[in-house]
């Protein structure tokens, strides 16, 4: 195994998470062990303390159509708790497998959404629970949501001026719930307040109106870790 590590030794950790290496196919969690192959697969070291990190296969998928074959890869390691989830498939590795080199922040702004970005540089509050971000909305209450969209995009018909209460209902499909809060779907996202909770996170509580997003290029964003 080739481990782009800024130590000498390969890492038996990350975070709090343990790792360990095997004959296993691929990458995978059990709790707060984390094994990847022995062999086949690179280790790419995301922070200085090795909480996080990335690992790529080296031989990339058969592909019929184009020039370029794209790799498998893995991001895992600590948020709050051990984590691991598979990412889109690599189809230019090299530009990725660089950031161990100095430039971590380069691989988390790209999983970020557009609007998170956008949002950020424009100083809105942004809140995060694992791979869910919430941007607060400049909106005061469910009323104004007449205005700041149009009827045609809200597709919680019976929700327009007013935000549905919901005892506990999951997040695009994903391990969040949101409880005991507020919410209204609409063709750019969803707009909610109230309580999110998530196995291995925090409750994240949200106070005021912010509209939801799922990080990016996961490959299974249902099933995300």
Not at 89 to 103: A, C, E, L, N
Not at 120 to 127: P, Y
């Amino acid at each position: 195994m080739k481990v782009f590590y800024q130590d000498t030794i390969i890492p038996n950790k990350a975070g709090l998470a343990f790792l360990e290496y095997t004959d296993t196919e691929e990458p995978k969690r059990h709790k707060d062990v984390i094994t990847i192959p022995n062999t086949g697969y690179s280790l790419y070291q995301l922070t200085p303390s090795f909480d996080q990190f990335l690992t790529i296969k080296d031989i990339p998928e058969k592909h019929s159509r184009g020039s370029q074959s794209p790799h498998k890869c893995w991001f895992g390691g600590t948020d709050e708790l051990p984590f691991l989830v598979r990412m889109n498939d690599m189809v230019y590795p090299h530009k990725w497998t660089d950031i161990w080199k100095g430039s971590p922040i380069n691989f988390y702004e790209v999983i970020k959404p557009e609007q998170v970005r956008f949002a950020e540089k424009k100083n809105i509050k942004v809140q995060r629970q694992g791979d869910i971000f919430a941007i607060q909305y400049p909106i005061q209450d469910w009323e104004e949501a007449n205005f700041a969209f149009h009827p045609s995009t809200l597709n919680d018909v019976d929700s327009i001026g007013k935000g549905k209460f919901r005892e506990r209902v999951q997040l695009f499909g994903t391990r969040h719930y949101l409880t005991k809060g507020q919410m209204i779907t609409c063709n750019t996202g969803i707009l909610v307040k109230g309580e999110i909770e998530a196995p291995d996170h925090e409750t994240l509580v949200i106070d005021k109106i912010s509209l939801l997003y799922q990080t990016a290029y996961l490959f299974e964003p249902t099933t995300a870790d």
